[in-house]
């Protein structure tokens, strides 16, 4: 089964920075564009950030020049790195993939991670 398991969430201070860590496993043919999502407290989810299987990236307004999406196809992982973090940033992260699956090949599914806690406070 196809999952996508998070990790690196957790309390900072402002000014502070995380790196989240979402690996994706399984039954994976491919991997198309990957991104983050974020939740906060009343609010919809947003989309944070984006990476393509070429290695193009689109960032929310908010977050540019603060965080940077990466990716390490070999491990079939996707990161976020936040630095000068702001209490704002305070949110569920959800990671993102859309997969193609070794049993169907010839259609792209998407995959969310479970979420990782992300808190800025002091």
């Known amino acids: 089964q196809v999952q996508l398991v998070e990790s690196g969430g957790g309390l900072v201070q402002p000014g502070g920075s995380l790196r989240l860590s979402c690996a994706a496993s399984g039954n994976i043919f491919g991997i198309n564009t990957m991104g983050w999502y974020r939740q906060a407290p009343g609010k919809e989810r947003e989309l944070v950030t984006t990476?393509?299987?070429?290695?193009?990236?689109n960032y929310v307004d908010s977050v540019e020049g603060r965080f940077t999406i990466s990716r390490d196809n070999t491990r079939n992982t996707v990161y976020l790195q936040m630095n000068s973090l702001k209490p704002e940033d305070t949110a569920v992260y959800y990671c993102?993939?859309?997969?193609?699956?070794?049993?169907?090949?010839?259609?792209?599914?998407?995959?969310w991670g479970q979420g990782t806690q992300v808190t800025v406070s002091s």
């Open positions: 993102h993939a859309r997969l193609l699956l070794t049993t169907n090949i010839g259609r792209w599914v998407d995959y």
């Open positions: 990476i393509t299987s070429g290695g193009t990236t």
